[in-house]
């Protein structure tokens, strides 16, 4: 089992950028991480993945505006967020999982992932 802390979340204007990080409880070289988000009464949805060879793959509505990267030696992982808009409010979760599958096919699939953060807020509002 993987402990995993989000942190970074909180309120920005429309436009505004911002970077969350999640720690992880222990070293994160073999893991797929992910980020995914979800708003009350949705299902959560995938946002970006990173495998352990780096490959990503980032959701068609954040695509050019949300880059997920990692520090193996900090085990930690990051989602820069840029040209933030009103529709990316939600809660983000920070998921891992130790699996090979292509990046696409895990952003699609939150029930692959087996390890979760607890989620940080992020609003995007005037």
């Known amino acids: 089992q993987v402990q995993l802390v989000e942190s970074g979340g909180g309120s920005v204007q429309p436009g505004g950028s911002l970077t969350l990080s999640c720690t992880a409880s222990t070293y994160i070289n073999n893991l797929a991480m992910g980020w995914f988000r979800q708003t009350p009464g949705k299902e959560r949805e995938g946002v970006a993945v990173?495998?352990?060879?780096?490959?990503?793959s980032v959701a068609d509505a954040v695509l050019g505006r949300f880059r997920p990267y990692k520090d193996n030696l900090k085990k930690t992982l990051y989602l820069q967020m840029n040209n933030l808009k009103p529709d990316d409010t939600a809660m983000y979760y920070c998921a891992a999982v130790r699996r090979d599958d292509p990046p696409f096919r895990l952003l699609g699939d939150p029930d692959v992932f087996d390890n979760w953060g607890q989620g940080t807020q992020v609003t995007v509002a005037s």
């Open positions: 990173i495998d352990r060879t780096d490959r990503i």
